[in-house]
């Protein structure tokens, strides 16, 4: 009998609350430990316990938060499987009219799954904040809500005219009650609990670390079953492999380098294969299956800072590599979690991947 992602979201929140994740657990439950692991030295079990169910509600609104993120993505999904015909923008919001086929076309679907996700997350109303690559404010989401998700809605979105793979990625976090929009951000990205992403590619599939490194099944891969309407589990415990003979840049921008990048990219390309589809999602999904290295070096533009966003970019995904045995840095031993972003949008280096691959090119960098 086939997992679906419902199922597999009812057995790892029952695992939750039976304490089965909790002994190896990471993730810190901002609304809960402060106020409440003062007192359970008082209360003795009762603190425990008390705590214990905290952490299983604010478990069972994550799973919420993940179910109402796949139905936008699989609404994204059939979106993006129509870019092109004259009804898509119909499908979504319901205009027609002056866009071309090109940019802004482009332009109508990155908004239009910005939209799905933003209406989709304010209709299940768990999250206090939601942070988009498509909002340059966050947006105040259920003030009593104690996560907050943060997504690019449609990474790689340049590449959907062409029909190559694009996608969602998404994390969450926690938040105390009342805390301000910039709680969402202003703190490393270890604090990120479940992370993921959507590939809308050959086919539709979701890859998903629920709350932590510890969840039932660990990393795992779910692909959207259209005549089911629902993502059904097709990878569980998935490792990246220790190296691999791939790796993904845009070498284009290699005169923008530092020279130890430069140095390490020149080794790949005299041992190893490039593969560079332009769209990260697509690329890093191909490094976590087949193993090797994806990179967006810094180099001189946007202070040094490179392209993509710690937010809702490389925190997710350096998540989903390092839970799935891999690593991601920034610079020489700086692993990208450990970066507390200045603003939600923040830019930083990413050199994500294969754990053997990834810890040379640090020690190149640190040389
Ligand atoms: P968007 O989120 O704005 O689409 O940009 C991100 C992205 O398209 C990534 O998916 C991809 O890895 C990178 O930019 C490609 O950048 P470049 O064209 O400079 O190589």
């Known amino acids: 009998m086939e997992t679906t992602l419902d199922a597999y979201l009812d057995r790892a929140v029952d695992a939750w609350t039976r304490g089965d994740e909790r002994g190896g657990a990471t993730t810190t439950t901002t609304t809960t430990t402060t106020t409440r692991g003062a007192r359970a030295s008082d209360d003795g079990d009762d603190g425990d316990e008390e705590e214990a169910r905290a952490r299983a509600s604010v478990v069972r609104d994550e799973a919420s938060v993940v179910r109402a993120l796949a139905r936008a993505c699989a609404k994204i999904g059939r979106v993006v499987r129509r870019a092109g015909l004259s009804d898509v923008r119909d499908i979504v919001e319901g205009k027609n009219g002056s866009v071309n086929v090109h940019g802004e076309e482009q332009a109508a679907l990155d908004e239009a799954a910005h939209a799905a996700c933003v209406e989709a997350l304010t209709r299940d109303g768990k999250c206090a904040w939601i ?16 996560l907050a ?34 709680a969402v951000y202003k703190r490393p990205g270890r604090d990120m609990r479940s992370v993921g992403y959507v590939l809308y590619g050959a086919s539709t599939v979701l890859v998903l ?82 193993g090797g290295t994806f990179h967006y070096p810094a180099d001189a533009r946007n202070g040094g800072k490179g392209k993509l966003r710690a937010v809702y970019e490389c925190f997710p995904m350096s998540a989903v590599i390092e839970r799935s045995g891999g690593m991601a840095i920034c610079g020489a031993d700086m692993p990208v979690l450990d970066i507390v972003p200045a603003t939600v949008h923040a830019r930083c280096p990413i050199h994500l991947g294969s754990a053997r691959d990834v810890e040379r090119l640090s020690r190149m960098l640190a040389a």
């Open 131 to 146: 942070a988009s690559e498509e909002s340059e404010e966050i947006v105040r989401g259920n003030p009593e809500g104690r």
């Open 149 to 182: 998700c943060v997504f690019d809605p449609l990474d790689g979105s340049s590449n959907i005219e062409c029909g190559v793979g694009v996608g969602t990625i998404f994390g969450v976090v926690d938040v105390a009650a009342g805390a301000p929009a910039t």
């Open 209 to 290: 670390s629920f709350v932590s490194a510890n969840a039932p099944g660990g990393v795992c891969a779910f692909t959207y079953d259209d005549a089911r309407d629902a993502f059904v589990l097709t990878r569980e415990n998935v490792k990246i492999p220790e190296t691999g003979g791939v790796y993904s840049v845009n070498q284009a921008n290699q005169d923008k380098w530092n020279a130890s990048t430069r140095a390490y990219i020149d080794e790949c390309a005299a041992t190893k294969t490039l593969r560079y589809v332009g769209s990260m999602v697509a690329d890093v999904h191909r490094t976590l299956l087949y």
